[in-house]
């Protein structure tokens, strides 16, 4: 769909951390074939290089754990378990709408499907720029609900230190061990397993792009819960949007880091206008403009629209992870709109009541992934299976005869014989390669 644009992002983005895009595969595949070669000490040398830590041991006792959540405040420690009561009723409920089930589909025939957590996970829990506990409550709080056996859990040093308000997130949330440990190291750790760092099937979590690419390679070895990369935001506005209220939350997400992108479409020329002055504005005032105003400068963009399906269309090619609705009419966007990781609707709400204390899970689908999959949540820690009994003689030995056709027509001879020794069986058909007597019963 043609744009457009009031303020267009510029194309030349510069990546996360220094490096650049076409480097961190490299660089995440090193550490990674370290870490598997050399483990524990390999784990070391990458934690001295990109973090500088280097403790005696990167898991922490109890008593350091207890030592970290002495030192956070207590209004801190009840707004954590605040915080966590609203995620866990909303994980709860999620659970809770999740059914195992079993149908007759002929009589004594029986198919059915259990969800089963998953054993061990690991859960990112990212820290580099900003001590992001909430992260903790979304992993390993989900994962807890879902019924998950071991947390695994491990988050970067907060400069040199052990980010205490982290540390007991990590710990409310239910985490099982708790190791300070970032980035690749920390994710190649738990994907392989070291003499220190137990193994895990699956690893969950945000992350930069670092961590995002390191998921990306041991997919496969491990499960992952989707690609949760640089934070995303994007406001659909109509001219009833408060300008003042659309910069504000447009630069809530752009903090985040350089490469985090944040879009306006809007049917208001007045607003779009406005909402880029006062953009402007409100960084100078913001203590982590640094960052959010290269993001807002590099990939901060503002699209006009002809009326307000047109915006919805366009929010979707975006296909970003948060979307904020601010309009006369916001719940129509649930019907209009597919491609999102989440959405906000109202004045009332906003992206960061989903960040950080509302209940829903803010780990979300970027680079375009909530066309595919939603966010984490507890169904992403279940393994959905199925089973399958059949307790009719007669049913038995039709399937078999069903089997028998389907398989020989794809040339499946082995297959068609387990088909056809059912058909023997129960309903006495002969076969030339069954022999008389070959069959005991
Ligand atoms: N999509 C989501 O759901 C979601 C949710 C929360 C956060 N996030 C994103 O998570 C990210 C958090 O990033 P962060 O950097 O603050 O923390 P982080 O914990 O993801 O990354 C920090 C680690 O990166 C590693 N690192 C840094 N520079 C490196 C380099 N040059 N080479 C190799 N490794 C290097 C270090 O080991 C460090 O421990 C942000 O981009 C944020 O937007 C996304
Ligand atoms: N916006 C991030 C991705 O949804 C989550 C977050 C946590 N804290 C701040 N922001
Ligand atoms: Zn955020």
Not at 125 to 136: E, K, Q, T, V, W
């Amino acid at each position: 769909m043609p744009r457009t644009y009031l303020k267009k992002a510029p194309g030349a983005a510069k990546a996360a951390n220094g490096g650049s895009p076409a480097d961190i595969p490299a660089i995440v595949q090193g550490v990674i074939d370290a870490i598997r070669a050399e483990g524990d000490a390999a784990v070391r040398l990458y934690s001295e290089k990109f973090d500088k830590w280097s403790p005696e041991s990167f898991r922490l006792s109890d008593a350091e754990i207890q030592h970290a959540i002495s030192q956070v405040p207590a209004q801190t420690v009840a707004d954590i378990k605040e915080v966590q009561a609203n995620v866990r009723a909303f994980a709860v409920a999620q659970r809770e709408s999740i059914k195992d089930f079993e149908i007759e589909t002929a009589p004594g025939v029986f198919l059915g499907q259990r969800n089963n957590p998953i054993n061990y996970i690991g859960a990112y829990i990212p820290g580099g720029r900003y001590p992001l506990l909430a992260s903790a409550h979304m992993t390993i709080l989900t994962a807890k609900v879902a019924g998950v056996k071991k947390v695994v859990a491990c988050t970067p040093p907060a400069a040199g230190k052990i980010p205490n308000a982290t540390v007991a997130a990590m710990h409310l949330a239910g985490a099982d061990e708790i190791f300070i440990l970032g980035g690749v190291q920390a994710v190649a750790a738990m994907a392989v397993g070291t003499p220190t760092v137990p193994k895990v099937d699956f690893i969950a979590g945000p992350g930069n792009a670092f961590v995002a690419e390191a998921k990306r390679q041991l997919f496969g070895e491990i499960g992952i819960d989707l690609f949760a990369g640089p934070t995303e935001v994007l406001i659909v506005a109509d001219e009833t949007a408060d300008p003042f209220m659309v910069a504000t939350d447009l630069l809530s997400q752009a903090e985040h880091g350089p490469d985090s992108p944040a879009v306006l479409i809007t049917t208001s020329e007045e607003i779009g206008k406005r909402t880029i002055e006062l953009c402007a504005e409100l960084l100078e005032g913001l203590v982590t403009a640094p960052v959010a105003s290269v993001s807002w400068r590099d990939f901060g963009e503002v699209v006009l629209a002809g009326g307000l399906d047109e915006a919805y269309a366009i929010a979707d090619e975006y296909a970003y992870e948060h979307v904020q609705v601010l309009t006369a009419q916001p719940r129509e966007a649930l019907e209009k709109m597919q491609n999102f990781g989440a959405l906000f609707l109202g004045p009332m709400t906003c992206v960061s009541y989903g960040d950080k204390c509302i209940g829903t899970n803010h780990v979300l689908p970027t680079l375009g992934a909530s066309r595919y999959t939603g966010g984490l949540w507890v169904g992403k820690y279940l393994r959905t299976v199925t089973y399958q009994e059949v307790r009719n003689t007669e049913q038995s030995g039709k399937l078999g005869q069903l089997c028998g056709r389907a398989a020989r027509v794809e040339l499946f001879e082995g297959h068609a014989r387990s088909g056809d020794l059912r058909a023997h069986m129960y309903l006495k058909d002969e076969f030339d390669w069954i022999k008389p007597g070959a069959v005991q019963q």
